[in-house]
């Protein structure tokens, strides 16, 4: 068949081997093998959906719609079918202590007789909401980018936006107060040093119309008694003088409160929740100032109340650009197949088969945990369905162009060619997901478990389902034009084919000679074809009415033709076109053409791409190109760091990641909040979390106590005290080895109970007797008989608990019931049990002494800012305190030697994220090293599966290069992405492989060029589908999501250039040919060599 314009030569559609081809081969030897594979008796299911089409598609779709039913039933049941948690992450690691440490020290006090010091007094406010909520503040940030905050027209603007906020009726109900008058306290802001609220320190701090903004700052920088607080408000790089005043920003806090009891005490959720409500009301004000900002005066705002709020809503937002991903998907489908119900059909049985997946995730493998991750496995598993739907009907349509014994046959040659690269890209898939299940973190190995359950029930569902609905289109809706929603079937007029044998669907006509040629267009504007059939002209016909009326089923090859998508002649023979009238000339005519005009991909990748790939000169470029492009990004790759920065959840363009930017990077003094402290702590044990569901994330574990932990011993008392002074008497080199903070005065901020109870004791005047440590019996019963109207000495014999008298006595002052700092410091440090000894105080029955000291503990303030340190500076530091610690405790006497320290979450979160780096790489490298293996016996040719894989190796290479290009680092959510890259790069390179190994030539070039015509059109669309899909999720304001589609993108991008790139270079170039490479034939070789001595011997 030619296609010609008028003055235009002709261009063969044919072409043949290229000069190079050392392998001879034939057109025969070539047909007759595709003969006998088409003729190959049909595999069993096929033949049972060529039997029983209506009937296998109402049952698969049953099993189907059973997931559903099947879920409802669990859901009204009771059973947690959806155990979705959206709030916590569950990132926990238990193979290392310092998660069980942190939470035994959270629930030290969980042990039964425990007795409770409290005072009237705790030194806090007790009139509603007079405390500080650090939770619902709202943190404000002025920023000139660079500019002088402090000039009259940026410090009215201030002035304007802090009123406008506490004018709200809303700021009224959760504001910190002053008193029980409930007025509100103003915010805590430079503005105060101009409004007259320190003027009682000095006279300069009074200037409301801001006339001398540098001596106002300037005194309130240099007098003592404001200094300390004034320099939170100072950005790094300011300058003050009594003459000038600089800084590039500034800060402010609206101050919420809470109470100490009541229904707005500080740790009801309730609060909190109320709170959540006043601040929503006064956000369209703060929102209305960050959208009025300007290069010249921005503004930001943080609240973690609020944040929290709005990172769930947001993710909620975000999550409809997954919705936007799948309706894209399915507008492709549409268009690809031209068919609502084979794209209505695909898109239903992939959502179903995430109920069916969920099922079992939950059911069988019994994960109590569901997550955000787990929502985004249905757009990955959209677009590995949509690639999986591609490849099976592009090859159902490919067997359109050949003959068949029957529809049997016909559906089995499709099964085979689709079903095995299927199988392949879902193995290699869901072995790189399985590979994140051996992760310890859940989140990580949870995804992994359910994305590769997900690959492998969707594979199912598509080999099972999928034929049944393909065969019902042929049968049933294959005439309906296109596009129709309604029965809009043709004519029977119009399918003069049909018109002619009526009732032999299975007609199936040989052209001996065929020859269209499309002429330029005519003087009514449309294109004139000429057509040819066996030598007999057809009349010119208008290519717009055939491409209207025609059919998508004619194909030449070979001189031959099927006109009904490969159904078979009834008794097998040939009809000629000549004995047929015009009818049948027109409608193979129609078929041609029609099969010209939809068939375009097709013949690009097999004619024209080919042709381009495998030619030498494309070869010389391509090839450096390629080298050129790995290479670049690997060197990208090698200069990936650790994340030693905040994990941030929206994208650096949003204010509130501006503000914790400016609130971490921006401030002379940073929040003590962010800095970490160190506890030390004697009596605990690790928790014990043996009884806790593996996949539980709210089981904390039963709490465990050091039972040996006993610091009465006089030697016990010495060697803590000696453990405190070790710390107070450091040097300023081991303070900045150890990242300890000290006060203004270069002292250690270290509360370690013995030296201030001591200094306590000697503050005592009782005559006659030394208090200091250690304290035995006698000392103890000497101290008690002095104090003959507060003890009960009568049962003091045999009383072992003697420490607890003097510790008891300390925290409450002389029981005279203060509040003392030290009480405020130390009373959660350490912990009493009510015991056999116990005794009622004399002069308050409600206190108890004589108890058991259950656990002790100290606390060591550092410089370590939990926000910007990341796990490769924070673990080294962590290592530095274990050894130091354990070294200590080496030191220490039998009761007080098994000590350990810990941070609330910091250490354990240092690991977490080196953990998810780790396993980043290592299920890079599993599934890479599996990837081999795989492709190599899957395709039954280790060369074949070498040059897979190299592709795969360059696609991962490629898209971790990516991560430092676009500015991230390794932390916690690119690791995560990182998981997804061997899973989706493996889906094109397999088919393309599978492509290669089941042509029936011999030679790489027509290997290579069936791979294309079968392959290409398939990859291609499935990729555009998946780059189109995770485009929409650029748009989204959460970081991981957004993070979540560039990976995605890139992935499948890099993906489908190696693949379709480098790898059909690589096999048109060296290629095998014959059997090289070919396992069977290997083993052989070698069976031979292993047989062929012991056959001689006998002989």
């Not at 008193?179 to 609220?197: E, H, V, W």
């Not at 990859?1019 to 555009?1024: E, I, L, Q, Y």
């Amino acid at each position: 068949m030619t296609t010609e314009s008028t003055g235009r030569s002709p261009s063969p559609t044919k072409v043949s081997p290229t000069p190079h081809s050392p392998v001879s081969w034939t057109e025969g030897d070539t047909a007759a093998l595709d003969k006998a594979r088409r003729e190959k008796k049909p595999f069993f299911y096929c033949r049972i959906v060529a039997n029983h089409p209506v009937k296998c598609f109402v049952i698969t779709l049953m099993c189907h719609i059973t997931m559903l039913i099947v879920s409802g039933i669990l859901l009204a049941t009771g059973f947690d079918l959806f155990p979705t948690n959206f709030e916590v992450l569950p990132m926990e690691l238990y193979d290392i202590p310092y998660r069980l440490r942190d939470l035994a020290w959270r629930d030290r006090n969980n042990y039964n007789d425990r007795f409770k010091r409290t005072l009237s007094n705790q030194g806090f406010a007790t009139h509603e909401r007079g405390l500080y909520s650090f939770y619902s503040s709202v943190d404000l940030f002025y920023d000139t980018d660079g500019g002088n905050i402090f000039t009259k027209t940026n410090l009215q603007r201030i002035q304007t936006i802090e009123n406008d906020l506490t004018s709200s009726a809303s700021f009224s109900s959760f504001c910190m107060t002053y008193n029980s008058s409930m007025a509100c306290k103003p915010l805590q802001s430079i503005l105060r040093y101009f409004d007259g609220t320190y003027k009682h320190i000095s006279a300069t701090l009074d200037d409301p119309n801001f006339n001398n903004i540098p001596g106002v700052l300037y005194e309130a920088f240099t007098n003592n008694n404001t200094k300390s607080d004034f320099l939170f408000f100072l950005p790094n790089g300011y300058s003050l003088s009594s003459t000038y005043a600089y800084g590039s920003l500034t800060r402010s806090i609206l101050l919420a409160g809470c109470s100490i009891s009541g229904d707005s005490k500080c740790a009801l959720k309730t609060w909190r929740s109320e709170t959540l409500k006043h601040l929503k009301n006064i956000k369209p004000t703060l929102q209305k100032y960050v959208d009025e900002s300007t290069d010249a005066f921005k503004f930001y705002f943080l609240s973690t109340n609020l944040w929290v709020s709005d990172v769930l809503t947001q993710a909620i937002l975000d999550m409809l650009c997954a919705v936007g991903s799948m309706l894209f998907i399915f507008c492709f489908m549409l268009f690809h197949t031209r068919s609502l119900w084979i794209s209505g059909w695909a898109i239903i049985s992939i959502l179903l088969s995430f109920l069916g997946t969920n099922i079992i995730y939950t059911g069988i493998v019994d994960f109590q945990y569901f997550g955000f991750f787990h929502i985004l496995s249905i757009f990955i598993i959209l677009g590995i369905g949509a690639d999986d739907l591609f490849v099976f009907y592009d090859n159902w349509r490919l067997t359109g162009f050949s003959t068949y014994p029957s529809l049997a046959h016909r559906l089995s040659d499709t099964y085979s060619k689709s079903v095995t690269s299927m199988l392949i890209t879902s193995l290699t898939t869901s072995v790189a997901f399985f590979s994140s299940a051996i992760s310890p973190l859940l989140a990580t190995r949870s995804f992994g478990v359910f994305s590769g359950l997900l690959v492998v029930y969707n594979y199912l569902s598509v080999i099972i389902f999928f034929p049944t609905v393909v065969t019902m289109y042929h049968l049933k809706y294959e005439q309906w034009t296109w596009p129709c929603c309604r029965k809009c079937k043709k004519e029977d007029s119009e399918i003069p084919s049909e018109k002619s044998d009526k009732g032999n669907l299975n007609a199936v006509y040989v052209i001996t000679e065929m020859e269209m040629t499309v002429n330029e267009k005519d003087s009514s504007g449309e294109n004139r074809v000429n057509v040819t059939v066996n030598g007999t002209p057809v009349p010119v016909i208008k290519e717009k009415t055939l491409e209207m009326n025609g059919h998508t089923n004619g194909h030449i090859a070979n001189g031959t033709t099927g006109l009904s998508n490969g159904n078979a002649l009834p008794n097998g023979d040939a009809k000629s076109t000549q004995s047929n009238g015009k009818d049948h000339k027109d409608a193979l005519m129609i078929k041609a053409l029609h099969k010209k005009k939809q068939k375009r991909l097709v013949v690009f990748f097999r004619d024209h791409y080919s042709r381009f790939v495998t030619h030498k000169i494309t070869r010389f470029v391509a090839f450096p190109i390629f080298a050129c492009l790995v290479a670049g990004f690997a060197y990208s790759a090698s200069t990936l760091e650790p994340d030693n920065e905040q994990l941030q959840i929206y994208k650096k363009s949003h204010f509130y990641t501006q503000a914790q930017d400016k609130e971490l990077y921006s401030f002379v003094q940073n929040v003590d909040s962010n800095l970490l402290t160190i506890y030390i702590v004697w009596g605990l044990s690790l928790k014990d979390r043996s009884s806790c569901h593996f996949s539980s994330i709210e089981c904390r574990g039963t709490e465990v106590y050091d039972s040996s932990f006993d610091p009465n011993p006089a030697a016990n008392q010495i060697a803590l005290k000696d453990f405190c002074d070790y710390f107070y008497n450091m040097t300023s080199s081991d303070f900045n080895t150890y990242n300890i903070k000290t006060d203004a005065s270069g002292n250690p901020e270290i509360a370690c109970f013995t030296r201030d109870l001591e200094t306590y004791l000697k503050s005592l005047s009782i005559s006659g007797l030394d208090l200091t440590l250690p304290w035995d019996s006698a000392k103890t019963l000497a101290f008690m008989n002095a104090q003959t109207s507060l003890y009960d000495t009568s049962g003091f014999t045999t009383y072992p608990h003697f420490l607890s008298i003097p510790m008891q006595y300390w925290m409450y002052n002389g029981y005279s019931m203060n509040f003392t700092a030290d009480y405020g410091m130390y009373n959660d440090l350490f912990g009493e049990e009510r015991t056999t000894f116990s005794t009622a105080l004399k002069t308050d029955n409600t206190i108890y002494y004589g108890n058991k000291i259950k656990y002790l503990g100290v606390t060591v303030n550092t410089t370590i800012n939990r926000r910007t340190t990341g796990y490769s500076k924070g673990i080294p530091i962590v290592k530095r305190w274990e050894a130091l610690i354990n070294d200590r405790m080496s030191k220490m006497p039998a009761g007080v030697n098994k000590g350990f320290q810990l941070t609330r979450d910091s250490w354990h979160w240092f690991y977490v994220l080196e953990s998810l780096a780790d396993n980043a790489i290592l299920g890079i490298l599993i599934g890479v090293g599996l990837a081999f293996p795989i492709l190599s016996l899957s395709t039954m040719n280790v060369v074949i599966g070498f040059l897979a894989t190299l592709s795969i190796c360059c696609t991962t290479v490629c898209v971790i290069g990516v991560i430092p290009l676009a500015g991230w680092k390794l932390g916690l959510l690119t690791s995560l992405n990182m998981c997804l890259v061997v899973g989706l790069a493996v889906d094109y390179v397999v088919h393309l492989a599978e492509g290669y190994t089941l042509s029936l030539h011999k030679d790489r070039y027509h290997r290579t060029r069936d791979m294309l015509e079968e392959m290409g059109p398939s990859v291609f669309s499935g990729a555009c589908t998946t780059l189109g899909a995770s485009l929409f999720m650029f748009a989204a304001e959460i970081q991981f999501f957004m993070q979540f589609g560039v990976f995605m993108f890139c992935t499948i991008g890099f993906s489908l250039i190696f693949s379709l790139g480098l790898f059909t270079l690589l096999v048109g170039f060296i290629g095998p040919q014959n059997d090289t490479g070919n396992l069977k034939v290997l083993f052989k070789r070698c069976r031979a060599l292993c047989v062929k001595p012991s056959v001689n011997k006998g002989s």
